[in-house]
Nanobody, 125 residues
């Protein structure tokens, strides 16, 4: 099965931008829909963004819509999350995840079977 490794997290000021990357192992990356979830301390893990296998279709949580962009480069086995106009409430550990389920949009945690280790994003006010 696919293995995922996130990178790119860090500390930024409110209003700033950051790009996260998620590198996937294997040669079947294009078989998975991909998503980013996030989890703040003491909070439930929540959906942020998802992208279809081809990268053509995307879906966003209302909380990030218009500020975040998910994309993928299947030739590089990598999915990205470009975050701009960051807010303190965006502070969380960000996880990428892979799903082999059919249908769209895929926004529920239980349809994602592979997860990365997470990368910390901290937005200061």
């Amino acid at each position: 099965q696919v293995q995922l490794v996130e990178s790119g997290g860090g500390l930024v000021q409110a209003g700033g931008s950051l790009r996260l990357s998620c590198a996937a192992s294997g040669r079947t990356f294009s078989s998975y829909a991909m998503a980013w979830f996030r989890q703040a301390p003491g909070k439930e893990r929540e959906f942020a963004a998802a992208v279809t296998r081809s990268g053509v279709n995307t879906y966003y949580a209302d909380s990030v819509k218009g500020r975040f962009t998910i994309s993928r480069d299947n030739a590089k086995n990598t999915v990205y999350l470009q975050m701009k106009y960051l807010k303190p409430e965006d502070t969380a550990v960000y996880y990428c995840a892979a799903s082999s389920y059919s249908g769209w949009p895929l926004i529920e945690i239980n349809v994602y079977g592979a997860w990365g280790q997470g990368t910390q994003v901290t937005v200061s006010s």
